[in-house]
């Protein structure tokens, strides 16, 4: 089981930028897939990016790339989630989340998941 505390959610500008970084504890970080959600206000869960174990592949929804990245330090067991370009749609709770395999995207495939942060984003 791995335990999951994201940070760095807020009220920001549109067209800012935040950084969300998650921590993680309990299984060895390397052994997973990381990756972050996100729902917003009567709306369904829905997937933002996935980072394998060691960092070397990435993936992130069309409408996302370019403008989010997301990245990993398993020295310091934590994944990041750096949003640029921010604008009103992306007004949600984001979650992290953790997969004991390579590299995965479906949210059925994520057994670990954090309380969420908010971030909130004004026009």
């Known amino acids: 089981q791995v335990q999951l505390v994201e940070s760095g959610g807020g009220l920001v500008q549109a067209g800012g930028s935040l950084r969300l970084s998650c921590a993680a504890s309990?299984?060895?970080?390397?052994?997973?897939?990381m990756g972050w959600f996100r729902q917003a206000p009567g709306k369904e869960r829905e997937f933002v990016a996935a980072?394998?174990?060691?960092?070397?592949?990435?993936y992130s929804t069309e409408s996302m790339k370019g403008r989010f990245t997301i990245s990993r330090d398993n020295a310091k067991n934590t994944v990041y989630l750096q949003m640029h370009s921010l604008i009103p749609e992306d007004t949600a709770v984001y979650y992290c989340?953790?997969?004991?395999?390579?590299?995965?995207?479906?949210?059925?495939?994520?057994?670990?998941w954090g309380q969420g942060t908010q971030v909130t984003v004004s026009s």
């Open positions: 980072i394998s174990r060691w960092g070397a592949t990435t």
């Open positions: 309990g299984r060895t970080f390397s052994t997973n897939c």
């Open positions: 989340a953790a997969a004991p395999r390579t590299l995965v995207t479906k949210e059925s495939f994520f057994t670990d």
